[in-house]
């Protein structure tokens, strides 16, 4: 991305931190919702959430960054995403405290993840913006889940 460049973002929180994650891979942002259990699955993976007809796998966010588990609030959304893995997308809920704002980003206001100082591994990072407000964690979706994990989560979200 060059310095001119702008990427616009979805906003959302999670506890005290800010993330976004690109606009473009956002397919909806639905009420929170109670899911559809799914027995072995890994601990973040909630179960299944209906979206129109179709089930989307559905993950607790702060779980599978590291976070703690909250109760959910008026405030928490499913924020239904596109993940590109391998040679797919897998479409993945993911349970966020609150959904703030779209916001735009230039690339000269993107710094590289920091490798220390943060509570999560530093390769889920696609970059930092510095706000007044604080700052803002570009996530990079996609390395989220590791090529075992969406192995597991990819027959879930097919046979949906």
Known sequence: MTDTQ???????GLGAEIFAVPVTLVREILDYRETFRIPNGPDYLLGLTDMRGEGIATI???LRLG??????????????????VADRVLV???V????LEVST?????????????VRWPSEYIAGVVKRTEGFVVLVDVARIFSAGEAALLLPISSAA
């Open 96 to 99: 966020v405290d609150r959904v």
């Open 60 to 62: 607790d966010f702060r």
């Open 105 to 117: 980003f230039r690339g000269d206001q993107i710094g590289a993840a920091p490798d220390i100082g």
């Open 6 to 12: 702008e990427i616009q973002t979805v906003t959302f």
């Open 92 to 94: 993945l809920g993911l």
């Open 67 to 84: 976070m703690p588990h909250v109760e959910p609030t008026p405030n928490t959304r499913i924020l239904v995403v596109d993940v590109p």
